[in-house]
């Protein structure tokens, strides 16, 4: 069982330059989501999917978009890569809703925008 | 909004060591508290959680306990080993709402030596 998977697992971009994370889920969750990690600033929330065919804004939506065509399949873009950018990735999915809250995370993109 | 604070880090023990983390939180209703921690190289995992007041979460030695009175849900462990190197975050997702968008603290580094 894969769980979560992500690619790239890091990329140096120039800015300007359009960029699309992957993320795949295996777990038939109906939840997903995309976090930046910043050193001081934890987790936040970019956008996020209740289910397939719906996407939302999380906490800093601004520079990104995200699309959910399938269960799956959670890919964020970056339209136009800007330094401020840089930061760790992750996708995580959870069966929200169901019995149990958790949510699984992958193991991140590490992107530096130049 | 919601927030979460932490303790400020990083912090550095000795094995066998008794660690508190420090976490409180600022939310309307009843919010749903978790620790997540992260391994260096990896993602996020779910390390405990509790759904409701005094409820006491634990796992892997660690504990902690929903006080709604303090809104704090602080992070202990009574003896740490090298092994629990780690971030370790504190997150809340509020009460009342369906689908599990977290709210996460900034993180503190724990460092443990031999």
């Known amino acids: 069982i894969a769980g979560i998977t992500q690619a790239p697992t890091s990329q140096i971009l120039a800015a300007g330059r359009r960029m699309t994370l992957r993320c795949t889920q295996d777990?038939?969750?109906?939840?997903m989501y995309w976090y930046r990690q910043d050193l001081g600033l934890g987790l936040r929330l970019i956008h996020y999917?209740?289910?397939?065919?719906?996407?939302g804004k999380g906490e800093v939506p601004d520079g990104y978009s995200v699309s959910r065509a399938n269960t799956d399949d959670f890919p964020l873009t970056l339209a136009s890569a800007v330094p401020s950018q840089t930061s760790v990735y992750f996708c995580?999915?959870?069966?929200?809703?169901?019995?149990?809250?958790?949510?699984?995370f992958g193991p991140g993109t590490r992107l530096t925008v130049l | 909004g919601d927030s979460v604070t932490q303790m400020e880090g990083p912090v550095t023990l000795s094995e066998e060591a008794f660690l508190t983390i420090n976490c409180t939180y600022t939310?309307?209703?009843?919010?749903?508290l978790f620790w997540y921690v992260q391994y260096p190289g990896e993602g996020l995992q779910l390390l405990l959680k509790a759904t409701k007041a005094d409820d006491k979460g634990s796992n892997k030695g660690f504990e902690a306990t929903y006080r709604k009175e303090t809104t704090s849900f602080h992070l202990e462990k009574g003896s740490v080993q090298v092994s629990d190197s780690a971030v370790y975050f504190c997150?809340?997702?509020?009460?009342?709402?369906?689908?599990?968008?977290?709210?996460f603290g900034q993180g503190t580094i724990l460092t443990v030596h031999p």
């Open positions: 995580a999915s959870s069966d929200a809703g169901g019995a149990s809250d958790e949510q699984f």
């Open positions: 939310a309307t209703g009843y919010p749903s």
């Open positions: 997150a809340l997702r509020r009460g009342g709402t369906s689908y599990g968008k977290l709210t």
């Open positions: 777990m038939r969750h109906n939840a």
């Open positions: 999917s209740n289910t397939a065919g719906t996407t």
